[in-house]
C-alpha cells in the first residue's frame, strides 16, 4: 500500500515563496511519473505541475514561471518549489501519481497566501 505525506505548507504573504515536499512509501518511485495537485475551497482538485520520471516537467499556465517542481529518487520524495506566491495559490496541496490510477491520497499540506 502506497502512502504519501505532505508538508512544508504555511501561511506567508503574497510575494513570498514556499518549498513543499512530498515523501511516498510503498512503492518503486523512480517509475511513476509525478504530479502536485490543490484543491481550493469549493473547488475542484486540480493538477498544477509534474514531473516524469526522467525529469521532463509540466506546468499549468497559472503557476508557469513562479513554481518548480523536482524530484529525488533516491529519498522518494517531490518537491515544488513556490514562489512570487498570490492569494489564488491558497488550498491544500497534495502529491500523487500523475497517471491513472492514481493512489490513496495524503492529508495534504495547507498553503494559505494573504494579500
Known amino acids: 500500500q502506497v502512502q504519501l505525506v505532505e508538508s512544508g505548507g504555511d501561511l506567508v504573504q503574497a510575494g513570498g515563496s514556499l518549498r513543499l515536499s512530498c515523501t511516498a512509501s510503498?512503492?518503486?518511485?523512480?517509475?511513476?511519473?509525478m504530479g502536485w495537485y490543490r484543491q481550493a475551497p469549493g473547488k475542484q482538485r486540480e493538477l498544477v505541475a509534474t514531473v516524469s520520471s526522467f525529469s521532463s516537467t509540466f506546468y499549468t499556465d497559472s503557476v508557469k514561471g513562479r513554481f518548480t517542481i523536482s524530484r529525488d529518487n533516491a529519498k522518494n520524495t517531490v518537491y515544488l518549489q513556490m514562489n512570487s506566491l498570490k492569494p489564488e495559490d491558497t488550498a491544500v496541496y497534495y502529491c500523487?501519481?500523475?497517471?491513472?490510477?492514481?493512489?490513496?491520497w495524503g492529508q495534504g499540506t495547507q498553503v494559505t497566501v494573504s494579500s
Open positions: 510503498g512503492t518503486i518511485f523512480s517509475n511513476n511519473d
Open positions: 500523487n501519481r500523475k497517471w491513472a490510477p492514481l493512489w490513496d
